[in-house]
């Protein structure tokens, strides 16, 4: 079984920072690609960004520049570093990967639980 963890949401004022993490455990062989999505209330589920591997990175048009992906692969971690934060912003962030969990096995799905950040003044 494997888990994600989420950590790091919460409320911050306009043009402000966070930077969310994602650990994920259990049983674990490799993990090929990393992603963040994110869901305001009313709207679908959007990729934010991600990492392939080692360090290919692509975002979101709406956060390009402003946000930055990265993972330790050593921890099974991946964070998000949100720069110049605006309300529209706001939403459920889910971490997202893709985990084979034994050699040849093809790689299943897995999300965390979502954790919040508000936008706001």
């Known amino acids: 079984q494997v888990q994600l963890v989420e950590s790091g949401g919460g409320l911050v004022q306009p043009g402000g920072s966070l930077r969310l993490s994602c650990a994920a455990s259990g049983t674990i062989f490799s993990i090929s690609v990393m992603a963040w999505y994110r869901q305001a209330p009313g709207k679908e589920r959007e990729r934010v960004a991600m990492i392939i591997s080692g360090s290919t990175t692509n975002y979101a048009a709406s956060v390009q520049g402003r946000f930055t992906i990265s993972r330790d692969n050593a921890k099974n971690t991946v964070y998000l570093q949100m720069n110049s934060l605006k309300p529209e912003d706001t939403a459920v962030y889910y971490c997202?990967?893709?985990?084979?969990?034994?050699?040849?096995?093809?790689?299943?799905?897995?999300w965390g639980q979502g954790t919040q950040v508000t936008v706001s003044s």
């Open positions: 997202n990967a893709l985990i084979n969990q034994r050699f040849g096995a093809p790689p299943n799905n897995y």
